[in-house]
């Protein structure tokens, strides 16, 4: 179908182009791309316009964080229900853990899943693939099959290597072919506590993770990436400490990316409040001074990316104790106001705000199949991923309103939810309407 999008001010941050145009789709492609005053081509006849005057239109977003829970999970949540929660947010690509029920640690396994998800037509699965078989960490998994497969990159999910002998051969094997392993630093024996140590947890009798477990965990990753020469993804820094680890790596030239969740940016310990469960995820809230340092590392640049960190939980599992209750948050639909949201906050541009979550994770991913060039960008003759949103409309977190089978957050509240900006109006993938929100 051909596709008009009239009048939006267009923003592609992989080249900083930034002006109110006319973005033409013929074919699954970006036709053309005509600022005010130019012409569209002669040959194009649009089937389907979409009006965008005051509102803007992206790449579509990538989300490099994302469990669909299927399979094993259907009852917290499916991929029908999940990939319609990432159109409705604006993310038209995401990267989603191992960590199923079986672990994708089989070619089959990762073939299924991204035939289930294609058949929907909502938004692209890109699969990890296990490090070692069935996360238990003591046998690699054939990486040049899984790849074959579909799979971007090797991860453990939240399950930590305890044997580093593991952990090396994995790097190693993983550097001689050019794959990316995707590690979330977290020392085994030291984190496995409910909440940051420190006062709070203290005061309320929750066992605590010190920063100790993620510093740890980074300074093995390090040394083993500096004798091994491989490229690693950091997932969800949490600490102020981790930050300057990881900003030191990078100074020194350690092929390292890292990303941080929509929680850890917005969130301290402190929203815990009286054991409020739907503020147990994972990694755990830190200290404030702990969110400023994620905040201004992701302005920066030391942290890449930003994610939803989007893990559905049944209400059975929340309606526990928080020591108690499974750990995770419905995010897909809230990442770009939450980006949004910091980007004010914090002072940073708009461009900046986009591209963390569009340009850079895409650069994280590197060429993958189906998108070799295009993922993440907005550019004439790149795939058609787009999203178009209204900077100036504000919504009310409400659960009921997700389209995600999870409906737990931090962000909404018992009577109330919080006030966030932007409202996406349309997602397009590969060139076809994937969302439209009602006028």
Same mark, same amino acid.
């Given at each position: 179908m051909n596709i008009l999008i009239q009048h939006g001010r267009v923003i592609d941050p992989a080249?900083?182009?930034?002006?109110?145009?006319?973005?033409?789709?013929?074919?699954?492609?970006?036709?053309?791309?005509?600022?005010?005053?130019?012409?569209?081509?002669?040959?194009?006849?649009?089937q389907h316009t979409i009006d965008a005057k005051g509102c803007i239109v992206a790449p579509g977003l990538?989300?490099?964080?994302?469990?669909?829970?299927?399979?094993?999970?259907?009852?917290?949540?499916?991929?029908?229900?999940?990939?319609t929660?990432?159109?409705?947010?604006?993310v038209t690509s995401l990267v989603c853990p191992p960590d199923t029920d079986p672990v994708l640690d089989e070619p089959g396994l990762v073939e299924m899943l991204k035939f289930r998800a294609e058949k929907l037509h909502c938004a692209r699965v890109f699969p990890l693939g296990a490090l070692t078989r069935g996360l238990k960490g003591e046998v690699l998994t054939e990486m040049s099959d899984l790849t074959d497969a579909g799979c971007v990159g090797f991860s453990?999910?939240?399950?930590?290597?305890?044997?580093?002998?593991?952990?090396?051969?994995a790097l190693q094997y993983a550097a001689t072919f050019g794959y990316t392993v995707w590690l979330r630093p977290q020392d085994m024996h030291l984190g496995k506590g409910v909440a940051a140590s420190g006062p709070l947890a203290t005061r309320l009798g929750l066992s605590g993770v010190p920063v100790a477990a993620e510093t740890?965990?980074?300074?093995?990753?390090?040394? &083993?990436?500096?004798?091994?020469?491989? /490229?690693?993804? !950091?997932?969800?820094?949490?600490?102020?400490?981790?930050?300057? $680890? *990881?900003?030191?790596?990078?100074?020194?030239?350690?092929?390292?990316?890292?990303?941080?969740?929509?929680?850890?940016?917005?969130?301290?310990?402190?929203?815990?409040g009286y054991f409020d469960s739907r503020a147990r995820v994972t990694p755990v809230l830190r200290h404030q001074r702990d969110r400023d340092a994620l905040r201004a590392a992701l302005a920066d640049g030391t942290i890449d990316v930003l994610v939803s960190d989007h893990t559905p939980v049944d209400v059975d599992a929340k309606a526990l104790p928080f020591a108690e209750a499974e750990p995770g948050a419905t995010g897909l639909e809230l990442l770009l106001s939450l980006s949004l949201k910091w980007a004010n906050d914090s002072k940073v541009s708009l461009l900046r705000a986009l591209e963390v979550l569009t340009a850079q994770p895409a650069k994280v &991913?590197?060429?993958?199949?189906?998108? /070799?060039?295009? !993922?993440?960008?907005?550019?004439?003759?790149?795939?058609?991923? $787009? *999203?178009?949103?209204?900077?100036?409309a504000e919504w009310q977190v409400s659960p009921d309103a997700l389209h995600s089978q999870g409906k737990h957050t931090p962000f909404a509240f018992d009577m109330t939810g919080m006030v966030l900006p932007a409202r996406v109006k349309a997602t397009l993938v590969a060139g076809r309407v994937a969302y439209q929100a009602a006028e």
């Open positions: 080249s900083g182009f930034d002006h109110i145009a006319d973005v033409a789709v013929a074919d699954g492609h970006i036709l053309a791309v005509v600022k005010v005053g130019e012409k569209l081509p002669a040959n194009f006849k649009a990538v989300d490099l964080q994302v469990r669909l829970r299927e399979p094993g999970y259907e009852h917290e949540g499916m991929l029908a229900s999940e990939l929660a990432a159109v409705a947010g604006g453990q999910a939240e399950v930590p290597l305890e044997n580093t002998q593991v952990l090396q051969r740890i965990a980074l300074h093995t990753i390090f040394a &083993l990436m500096r004798s091994t020469q491989a /490229r690693v993804h !950091l997932c969800r820094i949490s600490s102020a400490e981790g930050v300057a $680890l *990881v900003r030191a790596a990078k100074q020194e030239g350690l092929a390292v990316t890292a990303d941080v969740s929509i929680n850890s940016l917005h969130l301290s310990d402190h929203d815990i &991913l590197g060429k993958v199949q189906g998108q /070799r060039d295009s !993922l993440g960008q907005l550019q004439v003759g790149g795939v058609a991923d $787009l *999203v178009v949103f209204d900077p100036a």
